[in-house]
Nanobody, 113 residues
Framework: QVQFAESGGGAVQPGGSLRLSCAASGSIINIYNMGWYRQAPEKYRELVATITSTGHAHDEDFVKGRFTISRDNAENAMYLQMNALEPEDTAVYYC???????WGQGTQVTVAS
């Protein structure tokens, strides 16, 4: 089973940007749908954005217009460009297939003044 490793998180001020990366342990070409998830303290894990193997992307309303998901099947990688970050975006971000498999460690994103 393909496993994923997230990177690129950090601490930024409101309005700042980050680019998250997701590296897969194997080929993702046959994984039809993949997504970025996040889990804020004391909240359930939620889906942020999804993208199919053919590049069809969907963003949840709370990030629409601010986050952009992309994937590179040749590099077995997926990305999340996050702009106009808000304190409410503070969470641990995970990448995974849909439906999800084994969870990685995630990458922490903290948005604060």
């Amino acid at each position: 089973q393909v496993q994923f490793a997230e990177s690129g998180g950090g601490a930024v001020q409101p309005g700042g940007s980050l680019r998250l990366s997701c590296a897969a342990s194997g080929s993702i070409i046959n994984i039809y749908n993949m997504g970025w998830y996040r889990q804020a303290p004391e909240k359930y894990r939620e889906l942020v954005a999804t993208i199919t193997s053919t590049g069809h992307a969907h963003d949840e309303d709370f990030v629409k217009g601010r986050f952009t998901i992309s994937r590179d099947n040749a590099e077995n990688a997926m990305y999340l460009q996050m702009n106009a970050l808000e304190p409410e975006d503070t969470a641990v971000y995970y990448c995974n297939s849909i439906p999800y498999g084994i969870w990685g460690q995630g990458t922490q994103v903290t948005v604060a003044s």
